[in-house]
Antibody
Framework: QVQLVESGGGVVQPGRSLRLSCAAS????????MHWVRQAPGKGLEWVAVMWYDGGNEYYANSVKGRFTISKDTSRNTLYLQMNSLKVEDTAVYYCARDEYGCLDNWGPGTRVTVSS | EIVLTQSPGTLSLSPGERATLSCRPSQSVGTSYFAWYQQKPGQPPRLLIY???IRATGIPARFSGRGSGTDFTLTISSLEPEDFAVYYCQQYSASYSFGQGTKLEI
């Protein structure tokens, strides 16, 4: 079955960087698009970024464009989110999810990121 | 950016009752590009409905979706205790965005 497990969260100071990972198994990772979605404490879902199945296209929410980079390592079946110049408002649980024609059909349990001085 | 507005913010009902949740996009969304998710406390979201009206794998028939353009609805025909949760709509017609959520409570 599809399994997604995020890691790499933690507490970081504003302006610093963090890299999240999402280990994927149970499906053809190299042929799947993948998303990152976040949820601030007590708030709703915010879409963050997508990498299409072929790895050739990536898109970002305006709130993270220029600071975050999504990437895939198909040899490791792992999705990444490099987060630079972190802000307090980036504090959230970050989920990775598999793309199925644009909707997100499988989600990981999430990893918590806290940006605080 | 397409903004999705969900209503009501909170819906208070009892088991056995019918729930109707609304989502209105700020621009027209094609029916192939609209989904609903359920989220329970401490859990990731779960896909319920995609392409407006198609139930995801394992989703009970009491969940149904309909709509088009700028008016979409999720209906739960007879609430079970496990249905009390937060529901989000999502569009994937122009980039991706989620509604702010409807909390379904007892």
């Amino acid at each position: 079955q599809v399994q997604l497990v995020e890691s790499g969260g933690g507490v970081v100071q504003p302006g610093r960087s963090l890299r999240l990972s999402c280990a994927a198994s149970g499906f053809s990772f190299s042929h799947s698009g993948m998303h990152w979605v976040r949820q601030a404490p007590g708030k709703g879902l915010e879409w963050v970024a997508v990498m299409w199945y072929d790895g050739g296209n990536e898109y970002y929410a305006n709130s993270v464009k220029g600071r975050f980079t999504i990437s895939k390592d198909t040899s490791r079946n792992t999705l990444y989110l490099q987060m630079n110049s972190l802000k307090v408002e980036d504090t959230a649980v970050y989920y990775c999810a598999r793309d199925e024609y644009g909707c997100l059909d499988n989600w990981g349990p999430g990893t918590r990121v806290t940006v605080s001085s | 950016e397409i903004v999705l507005t969900q209503s009501p913010g909170t819906l208070s009902l009892s088991p056995g009752e019918r729930a109707t949740l609304s989502c209105r996009p700020s621009q027209s969304v094609g029916t192939s590009y609209f989904a609903w998710y359920q989220q329970k406390p401490g859990q990731p979201p779960r896909l319920l409905i995609y392409s407006t009206s198609i139930r995801a794998t394992g989703i009970p028939a009491r969940f149904s979706g309909r709509g088009s353009g700028t008016d979409f609805t999720l209906t739960i025909s007879s609430l079970e205790p496990e249905d009390f949760a937060v529901y989000y709509c999502q569009q994937y017609s122009a980039s991706y965005s989620f509604g702010q959520g409807t909390k379904l409570e007892i």
